[in-house]
């Protein structure tokens, strides 16, 4: 059992940069591969960036390439999502999530995949 809790939300301008962390509970964080996923208003649930259980693979959706950073600290049990450059279409809930590398070998974005998710935290960006 994996435990997510994401922070790092707010209201910013057009611009401007936050960073999202996630924490997670518990003492195998390495096993699992990690994901960011938004959801705006009215619209269904999306993937935004992924990061394998060691860092070395990351994948984004092509809206956030060269804008978004994720990143991982094992030792922190904890996930982070730099976003750069933001803009008004970004706004959106941001969630993480887990998806074991034992069951899922190499990362992926696909939601169903993931099998642990946080409550979430809102981003607003200001036109």
């Known amino acids: 059992q994996v435990q997510l809790v994401e922070s790092g939300g707010g209201l910013v301008q057009a611009g401007d940069s936050l960073r999202l962390s996630c924490a997670a509970s518990g003492r195998t964080f390495d096993s699992y591969h990690m994901g960011w996923f938004r959801q705006g208003p009215g619209k269904e649930r999306e993937f935004v960036a992924a990061?394998?259980?060691?860092?070395?693979?990351?994948i984004y959706t092509d809206s956030v390439k060269g804008r978004f950073t994720i990143s991982r600290d094992n030792a922190k049990n904890t996930v982070y999502l730099q976003m750069n450059s933001l803009k008004p279409e970004d706004t959106a809930v941001y969630y993480c999530?887990?998806?074991?590398?034992?069951?899922?070998?190499?990362?992926?974005?696909?939601?169903?995949?993931?099998?642990?998710w946080g409550q979430g935290t809102q981003v607003t960006v200001s036109s």
């Open positions: 999530a887990a998806q074991d590398k034992r069951r899922i070998l190499i990362v992926t974005g696909r939601s169903n995949d993931y099998e642990y």
């Open positions: 990061i394998s259980w060691n860092g070395n693979i990351r």
